[in-house]
């Protein structure tokens, strides 16, 4: 299957990157290498773009559709959490522009064998890398009912969470629950009837598990630090989240290197010598036009959130 992710809110987000000829760009979750591409085609041959990804089907897609500009583009497969690491491996200090598009690409929801999407009956599976060890097969057949009903309740904000959590021990203490399909139907019965009219039942739960098993907000959390401290003077980082958990995240992490005294505000002057490392450029995120969400239905829970160094 052709890795054919729609990069969403793409025309806002080279806008707000602000691409150099001459700059140092990062895709930190390249996909298919649509934001890549743009990038890469307002680059002079001495500016360079890096893309990373963990999956591998993207580093392959991404390598396919960058082709044209040669040695320009550097891919590499890792998780962006290591972005520093590796790009300190290529000689490479500090960046121009860092882009973020976060959560499961349209590739991964649509192939079926990689057990993400609840529209097809498939392996329980959900790994961004398939290297990993951990999938969603061990999480919901292994992990603790209460550590569960965390999970879905945090992660899914499904208001189901606790008896969705119930469903689960009690039928895989019969047998295993191996598929989307049997995953489907134990949170079915997990909700009452008159409630499953918004959407499917097991969107939330299933986002839940995805999310756990990728470590996905760990990551982000313990990542944006690492990468404005790696911007030049004037370099943007750009990062699109799909919900209210990764959102809140990065708003609150620009806001805290924006403005990072911890002195109590009834002292004359800052004594504490924490400096910001840049501003926030848009107090409100940026959210797809109407065309883009009427075009793509999955760019709706878009948002783009920018800071620069």
């Given amino acids: 299957m052709e890795f054919g992710h729609y990069s969403v809110l793409l025309a806002e987000t080279i806008e707000q990157l602000r691409v150099k000829p001459d700059g140092i760009y990062v895709d930190g ?8 591409y743009e990038i890469c085609k307002r680059l002079s041959n001495v500016g360079h773009f890096y893309g990373i990804d963990q999956d591998e089907d993207a580093i392959c897609a991404a390598g396919a559709r960058l082709a044209p500009f040669g ?47 609840y529209r097809f009956d498939a392996p329980l599976d959900m790994r961004m890398d398939r290297r990993r060890t951990l999938t969603a097969r061990e999480i919901v057949n292994h992990y603790p009912e209460e550590e569960l009903y965390r999970i879905i309740r945090d992660y899914g904000e499904e208001r189901f969470a606790k008896n969705i959590a119930k469903h689960i021990v009690r039928t895989r203490a019969e047998k295993p629950i191996e598929t989307t399909y049997e995953l489907n139907d134990v949170i079915k019965a997990a909700i009452p009837a008159k409630m499953r009219r918004n959407g499917h039942p097991s969107k939330q739960t299933f986002q839940a598990i995805r999310i756990e098993c990728n470590g996905e907000l760990d990551v982000l959390r313990n ?57 926030v450029v848009n107090r409100k995120p940026i959210v797809p036009t109407e065309e883009e969400t009427a075009e793509n239905s999955r760019s709706k829970s878009a948002k783009l959130r920018v800071f620069q160094a």
């Fill in 29 to 36: 979750t390249l996909g298919g290498g649509g934001h890549g």
């Fill in 71 to 117: 040695g320009k583009v550097t891919l590499i497969r890792e998780n962006y959490r290591n972005m520093k690491t590796v790009l300190s491996q290529e000689g490479v200090e500090g960046v121009d522009g860092i882009l973020l598009d976060l959560g499961v690409s349209s590739y991964q929801l649509d192939t079926q064998e990689r057990g993400f999407s």
């Fill in 223 to 279: 990542s944006l630090d690492d990468m404005i401290g790696m911007l030049h003077p004037g370099g943007r980082i750009c990062v699109i989240t799909f919900h209210s958990l990764e959102d809140r995240i990065v708003k609150t992490a620009f806001r805290a290197n924006e403005a990072p005294c911890t002195c109590p505000p009834e002292f004359p002057i800052c004594v504490c010598g924490k400096i910001s490392r840049g501003t």
